[in-house]
T-cell receptor
């Protein structure tokens, strides 16, 4: 069974540009969430989608957005990039349900974004 | 709010030494608890999990027991190998909708 797949793996963008990252969840998983990892702030939750609906959102500015498609694939977008957006962006997937059901969350390899 | 506190690293051990990485949490209710491992340049891999009090998660020689009375989920391994060198993250599944709260991570370096 294929794992969580993220593309692209590495990218370099210039301040002010926008970026779109893609995530394909494990087959059968309908919940997709995104996390940002930086040396200073660690791992922080961005948002979670289930059946094309955003159910939960972390404390990030509106420049960070996402969406989920009917096949459960997800994209996240960051507009007007800042130097501080340089990070590893991790996508994760799990079966339907919520935290009370004891779901396991599986992560992809991540997309390394460098903003110059 | 919910939070996870891990012991600060780096932890440096010789091969075959005993490993303990402390993790305590603050949460309402009974969250599920996880240990994830991150090797250099890679994403997060699930190491083990526990979903209720007194559960013991185990995998690849690593173990952790969900202690409700001490709100802890310490990671242990009896004999570490060089290949265990990585960053280890303790996490809890926060109330509702698959949101993980992570600790700061503990870097482990194992020397031959």
């Amino acid at each position: 069974k294929a794992g969580v797949t993220q593309t692209p793996r590495y990218l370099i963008k210039t301040r002010g540009q926008q970026v779109t990252l893609s995530c394909s969840p494990i087959s059968g998983h309908r919940s997709v969430s995104w996390y940002q990892q930086t040396p200073g702030q660690g791992l922080q939750f961005l948002f979670e989608y289930f059946s094309e609906t955003q159910r939960n959102k972390g404390n990030f500015p509106g420049r960070f957005s996402g969406r989920q498609f009917s096949n459960s694939r997800s994209e996240m977008n960051v507009s007007t990039l800042e130097l501080g957006d340089s990070a590893l962006y991790l996508c994760a997937s799990s079966l339907e349900g919520d935290s009370n059901s004891g779901n396991t969350i599986y992560f992809g390899e991540g997309s390394w974004l460098t903003v110059v | 709010g919910n939070s996870v506190t891990q012991m600060e690293g780096p932890v440096t051990l010789s091969e075959e030494a005993f490993l303990t990485i402390n993790c305590t949490y603050t949460a309402t209710g009974y969250p599920s608890l996880f240990w994830y491992v991150q090797y250099p340049g890679e994403g997060l891999q699930l190491l083990l999990k526990a979903t209720k009090a007194d559960d013991k998660g185990s995998n690849k020689g690593f173990e952790a027991t969900y202690r409700k009375e001490t709100t802890s989920f310490h990671l242990e391994k009896g004999s570490v190998q060089v290949s265990d060198s990585a960053v280890y993250f303790c996490a809890l599944l926060s109330g509702g909708y698959n949101k993980l709260i992570f600790g700061a991570g503990t870097r482990l370096a194992v020397h031959p």
